[in-house]
């Protein structure tokens, strides 16, 4: 499980971390948009209000970064406008905006709830801002997956099976019960809040793994933009493989 910007980046040589060549990878199934909001300190309180400021991301080479940079575009915030400043993941930027060491950082849930709860805000999403952004997916070497057909149909089939199973209103009582397990700490709160927006009907998890191609070629553009080496990237296909998962669903 990754996001397909990594799938996309090695294919393309331009992986955060070196390969001795180029690994035969592809998306086999869809996860989600990324959940990704733009959080900022309580008294940032519009997307303009970020200029001069330093916002952190994981790395300065990463799509998120990439991501990130594009939904500023987009709001019209050139680059000089603000300062990106590599802190590290999600947990860690959490804390470091909390301590106010930076203005904003993109988050998911449950981090953005539990900062919403201390007063931050939520400027806007990638989906929101972007309109189609796939984010999470399921990969692998086209090599392993050939060679591991019938487990790969199987994972699939109980992500989808995980899914129908999430949406279907009479067990989320049970699924806080488990979101709450396997988060420690999380309040009550902020689980029901992150419930709401995990499944929701228009930007929660693909109800059956879908793929989002438009999402896809987003990301695509996003990284022919930023990327280094530069390269433009016109084909979507070349990053995903829907065999399996066609068959995950005619079984």
Do not use: C
Request: hydrophobic content about 40%; proline content about 4%; charged content about 20%.
């Amino acid at each position: 499980m990754t996001a397909v910007d990594n799938v996309i980046a090695y294919m393309e040589g331009q992986g955060e971390a070196p390969t001795r060549s180029t690994p035969d990878i592809v998306a086999l199934m869809g996860s989600s948009s990324g959940f990704l909001s733009l959080i900022t300190a309580p008294e940032i309180k519009s997307l303009a209000d970020l200029r001069g400021t330093t916002l952190s991301v994981d790395a300065m080479t990463t799509g998120y970064a990439f991501t990130l940079r594009r939904m500023l575009e987009k709001a019209g915030l050139k680059d000089g406008d603000y300062t990106l400043t590599r802190v590290g993941g999600m947990k860690e930027r959490y804390e470091a905006l909390l301590e106010r060491k930076q203005a904003g950082s993109l988050l998911v849930p449950p981090f953005t709830l539990a900062a919403l709860d201390r007063q931050f805000n939520e400027l806007t999403t990638a989906l929101a801002l972007l309109g189609h952004f796939q984010g999470g997916v399921a990969a692998a070497r086209r090599a392993w997956a050939a060679e591991h057909r019938d487990e790969l149909i199987g994972f699939i089939r109980g992500n989808i099976a995980a899914l129908d199973w999430l949406y279907d209103a009479n067990n989320k009582s049970k699924a806080l019960q488990i979101f709450q397990a396997h988060l420690p700490g999380t309040s009550v709160a902020v689980a029901e809040k992150s419930y709401g927006v995990l499944l929701h009907p228009s930007s929660g998890f693909p109800r059956k793994a879908e793929i989002d191609v438009e999402g896809v070629r987003t990301v695509m553009e996003i990284r022919s933009q930023y990327a280094e080496p530069r390269k433009t990237l016109t084909d979507p296909s070349r990053y995903y493989d829907l065999t399996y998962y066609r068959a995950a669903l005619s079984n």
